[in-house]
């Protein structure tokens, strides 16, 4: 099973984004499914996760301006991220948990710059 992050670019302050992140089997067997951002300097950080009941959590920092859904028939993750601030700047990374296993997908870039 692999992880394909997309949607990341460049985009002004106050501006929006949606990242995919598709897996090439079925989300369905995952039953946790998260965001996780690095930006340069730091630690890799929680953003946002998605369990398979559809119950979602948020990381205070982007409460309020993100939303993390799951489309099942279509494998695919997604997170909207509205009303965007420099601080989001960071790689942007998918994770499925399944049990005792944990899998990764590359990152794709989002960068907030005006």
């Known amino acids: 099973v692999q992880l394909q992050a997309s949607g990341g670019g460049l985009v002004q302050p106050g501006g929006s984004l949606r990242l995919s992140c598709a897996v090439s089997?079925?989300?369905?067997?995952?039953?946790?499914m998260s965001w996780f951002r690095q930006a340069p300097g730091k630690e890799r950080e929680w953003v946002a996760r998605?369990?398979?009941?559809?119950?979602?959590g948020y990381a205070d920092s982007v409460k309020g301006r993100f939303t993390i859904s799951r489309a099942n028939a279509k494998n695919t993750v997604y997170l909207q991220m509205n009303n965007l601030a420099p601080e989001d700047t960071a790689v942007y990374s998918c994770?499925?948990?399944?049990?005792?296993?944990?899998?990764w997908g590359q990152g794709t870039q989002v960068t907030v710059s005006s």
């Open positions: 994770n499925a948990v399944r049990g005792t296993i944990s899998l």
């Open positions: 089997g079925s989300i369905r067997t995952f039953n946790d």
């Open positions: 998605i369990y398979g009941g559809g119950t979602t």
